[in-house]
């Protein structure tokens, strides 16, 4: 069976559980990461050198990085679904796939959600989390104009870089941050909501991960 390494609380462990449950997948989970541990044991190394979460075990296979993992899913075991058929449409998924990992994920996970839950107002820098906020509001403009073209980002159906990139927008609608009008983003975000594998996995209050005085 195949088998997730990580905390369900994992922003990238929650976008490889949305796409299992998409792909119809029986799974085993294992916590590891955050208060559970175990990422420097010597097991946990052998499968992720870097020691972070998520990795999957498909039998003798094993895969770290989640946008990897989304992907692999999706051509091992989709059946067609989550892979756009045709090469132009599974390039540009691609294109923002790679996007959204080199820029939109620092400067949102890293930048913005990381410094409002894990450090203290007090000992924050609110000037450096505002100027990564807009930064991503920017991008997200960029991204709302895409999806005024089709439903979901490259097509009219649900592919691997609208879990990839779909799995932040929880987080971003709800987190107390400055957004620019976004209305294309907006609607997408609402039908991402109305699946229940999003609502299951992504939909989580991650202000329980906020620690005292954040
Ligand atoms: N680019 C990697 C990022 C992996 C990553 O930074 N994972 C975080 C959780 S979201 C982690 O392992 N943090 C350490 C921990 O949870 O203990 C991916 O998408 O898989």
Redesign the pocket.
Known sequence: MLKVW??DT????QKVLWALDELGLAYERVDV??AFGG?DAPEYIALNP?????VLEDGDFSI????A?VRYLAEAHGAGKLLPADVKARALATQWSIWC?STV?VDF?AKTFIPLVRITAAERDTTSVAAAADRVGTSFQILDSALGEHDYLVGDTLTFVDIEIGTLMHRYFTLPINRPEVPNLEAWYERLKTRPAYQKHVMQDWTKMKIPGA
Do not use: A, H, T
Request: net charge positive; glycine share 18%.
């Open positions: 990580g905390r994992s922003v990238n462990v990461g955050g990422l870097n020691r972070k979460i998520p770290w990085e989640s946008g993992i990992e994920y996970i």
